[in-house]
């Protein structure tokens, strides 16, 4: 086993950069074969008054933590390790991540499968514009959440997040680059990973999608969730996409005797655009959420706008500010701003230039640096935010990211 063990991590490091992963290949009869290793860590120190709150409870008021008190914590947002595997036009993918739960609980959600497993899909190509993936995937709602987490502007996802309907067990089918030749698709994309020209689009059914903030873990009424997305490309330089997602029977368990009436279906409507402009990078995302965790007339409106500019090709500055409001029956409608204020600053720059490539590229060793400041109805107002998340008073990340 240990020369087992030595001969493949030697046949690793030779067969290609670490900058895309680990990869070896083999011949199989007349099918060229290809397994590629791959993963990252992210390791942080946080703080700040809205840290604390934030680990004392989420913004529906749950407990889920207890070191509210920590003035500084220490933690690991991701541990990821993963495997791609190509054979002809077969995909294989498998996302493991060591900072989640492994244990029968975490296979009671849609996904039917423990919260380590990000992702676990096979897929067959059969061109460009049609690619169908079965398995757990990430559900294709929200820009910003189907490029890779390893590959954001700041050191996490905003409150956002929680609107989307994060990954699910079901079918999707692609397709990118179309109308437009020249195009490369591998068919593993789940968002614009590539700077491509032409049309794309994505549609899945799945279970509930009770991994959502926006979707409670259901005992009753059951359901599946939906997605369709369509986007359009022209090079790095525009990206555009919209999508509409719901999530039947969002409330979850309901009492004997109660009605379809008691769990609304949760819906959301995502628009985003990202521009790469060489030094100068631009997104701006929105949501228009209705019916949140099913309960009727709840509904979250979230806009997000990112502008990143790299000083020198080691130091990007960025700032990416949020803002949100709840209208929740029963309540006064409340508002949210979170603005992110970021250094990212990169340790290996294997290039030199300012495209999408080797931005990703820099991203793959880097610190972040953010201090997050709250505006509208934060902690000390007398009708504090009551969305889903997000931080109700001020913060700070500093983030170390390595990936192979």
């Known amino acids: 086993m240990i020369k087992l063990a030595a001969g493949a991590a030697t046949v690793l490091l030779m067969a290609t950069s670490a900058h895309a992963g680990y990869t070896m290949k083999k011949k199989v009869g007349d099918v060229d074969t290809k397994l590629t290793f791959f993963g990252f860590a992210q390791l942080e ?59 029968s609980q975490g296979a009671t ?84 990973e590539r700077p491509w020209k032409g049309f794309g689009y994505d549609v899945m059914v799945a279970n509930q999608a009770n991994r959502s903030k926006a979707v409670k873990k259901t005992s009753g009424m059951g359901g599946n969730s939906y997605a369709v997305r369509g986007m359009f490309d022209y090079t790095e330089k525009f990206h555009i996409e919209a999508s509409y997602a719901v999530s039947e029977n969002a409330a979850g368990y309901v009492a004997t005797g109660a009605t379809s009436a008691d769990n609304q279906d949760y819906s959301n409507i995502n628009v985003g655009i990202d521009s790469n402009l060489g030094k100068l990078s631009l997104k701006a995302e929105y949501f228009d959420a209705s019916n ?45 701003g979170n603005t992110y204020l970021g250094l990212n600053i990169f340790m290996s720059m294997p290039y030199s230039d300012f495209s999408r490539k080797a931005k990703r590229t820099r991203n793959q060793h880097k610190i972040v640096l953010n201090y997050i400041v709250a505006s509208g109805d934060t902690d000390g107002s007398s009708n504090p935010w009551n969305g889903l998340s997000g931080y109700k008073d001020d913060a700070f990340i500093a983030q170390y990211q390595f990936k192979f």
């Open 109 to 192: 959600d849609g996904a039917a499968v423990p919260k380590m497993i990000k992702d676990a899909f096979i897929a067959y190509k059969f061109n460009n514009a049609f690619i169908p993936k079965l398995g757990v995937i990430k559900m294709p709602n929200g820009m910003g959440f189907t490029m890779p987490g390893w590959n954001l502007d700041i050191a996490e996802r905003g409150f956002d997040k929680a609107l989307v309907l994060e990954r699910n067990m079901g079918l999707m089918i692609s397709g990118r680059g179309i109308g437009f030749s020249g195009n490369k698709v591998n068919g593993f994309e789940m968002g614009h």
């Open 45 to 103: 120190a946080v703080g700040g008054n809205g840290m604390k709150l934030k680990y004392a409870e989420d913004g529906a008021g749950t407990r889920v933590g207890t070191n509210s008190g920590s003035d500084i914590n220490f933690r690991a947002q991701r541990i990821r390790l993963g495997w791609k595997y190509v054979a002809g036009n077969v995909r294989g993918k498998v996302f493991l991540d060591f900072n989640q739960g492994h244990d």
């Open 292 to 336: 949140v965790q099913g309960i009727k007339n709840w509904d979250e409106n979230v806009y997000t706008a990112t502008a990143g500019y790299f000083v020198t090709p080691a130091v990007e500055a960025v700032v990416k500010h949020m803002q949100g409001t709840s209208d929740k029956p029963g309540v006064s409608s409340t508002d949210l």
